[in-house]
């Protein structure tokens, strides 16, 4: 997942009423060719495909989505089983697949990695989805720096680091679309977890950044902002989890989102719209509402 209440247009979230429309209500509609859509596979396949994080329950469901006859998904992921049993779903729905075991905090590794990854060909999507989670334990009493600086290492360095090599290659070849996950907790930090908060707002800022700067070059950049997944990460999250939807809900809307180059995605949308109020509203009217729904201890 993402946790959170804590990936809209260019506008702010009230204004992204379209959020608010349920997969469940698109699906099976008519799409705008006439075409049935009746599956999560994209509308128009494309050729290479990059998803970091693919042993997690997001990155998984999305390798699966994606997967396809004449697509190569390029995943990552730090558990070789799971990875390669993910590599087996997607071989048996038509896709190539190239799997790699690989520690994002390693920049170095990253980076030629990479390169390798582009020398192949420069993925047309490619999807920062890795990230971890830590909190301030049952008792409250704080989380351990040494947990915090791995998480940043993962959710901000190794994020920010993966997203400037890509946009830098697709902006000199001239198309791509970044797509960075972030998290409904970038809102508004959260007491529970507040160096997740923290990173999940940092890569909201830096996609927001990236796509303005990106889209003179013909290079697309999503921001996703899910609410609670379910996954392991999930049912390790204090506090109340609202809104709770499975991975692949999750990945439906994420491939959708991107297919429209959106610039945001953000669900589900009342908890978005709530957590979005929460960062328009004086800190301390904010703070309080967290209390009183169990968000601070």
């Not at 075409?35 to 990059?50: D, K």
């Not at 950044?209 to 013909?218: H, T």
């Not at 809900?249 to 957590?275: D, E, H, T, V, Y």
């Amino acid at each position: 997942m993402t946790a959170m209440p804590p990936q809209q247009p260019d506008t702010q979230a009230p204004s992204a009423r379209d959020d608010a429309t349920t997969t469940e209500q698109r699906e099976g509609k008519q799409a705008p060719d006439g075409a049935t859509q009746q599956s999560s596979r994209p509308a128009t396949a494309l050729r290479r495909v990059l998803i970091t994080g693919a042993t997690g329950e997001i990155g998984g469901a999305l390798a699966r989505a994606y997967a396809a006859r004449g697509t190569t998904l390029i995943l990552t992921g730090r558990k070789q089983r799971k990875l390669d049993a993910i590599a087996g779903e997607c071989r048996a729905l038509g896709a190539e697949v190239e799997c790699t075991v690989l520690n994002l905090c390693d920049e170095e590794t990253l980076f030629t990695w990479l390169d390798e990854v582009c020398a192949q060909g420069v993925p047309d999507i490619a999807i920062a989805n890795a990230g971890m989670n830590t909190d301030i334990g049952p008792q409250g009493n704080g989380e351990r720096w040494e947990d915090a600086r791995r998480l940043l290492q993962t959710n901000v360095v190794g994020t920010f680091g993966m997203a400037h090599h890509l946009a830098m290659a697709m902006k000199a070849r001239g198309s791509g679309q970044l797509v960075l996950l972030s998290s409904l907790a970038a809102w508004h930090g959260l007491a529970l977890t507040p160096s997740y908060s923290g990173s999940k707002a940092a890569v909201k800022a830096y996609g927001e950044g990236l796509r303005s700067w990106l889209k003179p070059f013909g290079v697309g950049v999503t921001v996703v902002m899910p609410g609670y997944v379910t996954s392991p990460m999930c049912e390790a999250m204090p506090g109340p989890k609202p809104f709770e939807m499975p991975a692949e809900q999750a990945a439906r809307r994420i491939l959708k989102g991107a297919a429209r180059n959106r610039a945001r995605i953000s669900f589900p949308f009342p908890l978005n719209f709530g957590c979005w109020w929460l960062s328009v509203l004086p800190a301390g009217i904010s703070q309080r509402l967290l209390g009183w729904f169990n968000y601070t201890h």
